[in-house]
């Protein structure tokens, strides 16, 4: 029978303890991505507006849309950056995640349930901008995107 050993965390308790307080909720780069596509379109949103469940990363207000942006990692997505399982502290991690994956359904059930349309954008789609741009003028509707500025 083959025994799979636990590697032991290559940091020390304040090394990781510093590394994990550096992972933003806000603000991230992904967000920023969406952010960027979703501006160059012609489209104004607000940010993380307090009056809705969960507190929505953009929120088009006069098209009753929004788009969260979800780290792969934390949500749980089904991609190799979210299945990844950590061997340190491992109780904790699925606890934290699983929590989260509940929050995100009870969330936007509510949104939905309010009338708002509702577009989840995984980290890792944030890698390959054309088939975001697409994505998204399909959620939000026909508009140009601009080229992005140079320099």
């Not at 969406?34 to 507006?49: A, E, F, N, P, Q």
């Not at 699925?94 to 009338?115: F, H, P």
Request: overall charge positive.
């Amino acid at each position: 029978m083959y025994l799979k050993a636990a590697m032991v965390d290559v940091l020390t308790p304040e090394q990781r303890s510093f590394n994990m307080s550096r992972i933003r909720s806000r603000d991230t780069r992904p967000e920023m991505v969406v952010r960027s596509i979703v501006h160059r379109m012609g489209y104004r949103y607000r940010l993380h507006k307090k009056d809705l469940p969960g507190k929505p990363d953009l929120v088009l207000t006069l098209h009753r849309k929004i788009i969260n942006v979800h780290g792969c990692f934390f949500h749980m997505h089904h991609c190799k950056y979210g299945r990844v399982a950590p061997a340190t502290n491992a109780q904790f991690w699925e606890t934290k995640r699983v929590s989260n994956v509940k929050r995100d359904r009870r969330n936007l059930a509510a949104l939905r349930r309010n009338g708002w349309r509702v577009m989840v954008v995984w980290e890792c789609e944030t890698r390959s901008a054309d088939r975001l741009v697409k994505r998204i003028s399909k959620f939000l509707g026909a508009r140009q995107v601009r080229p992005r500025a140079k320099g």
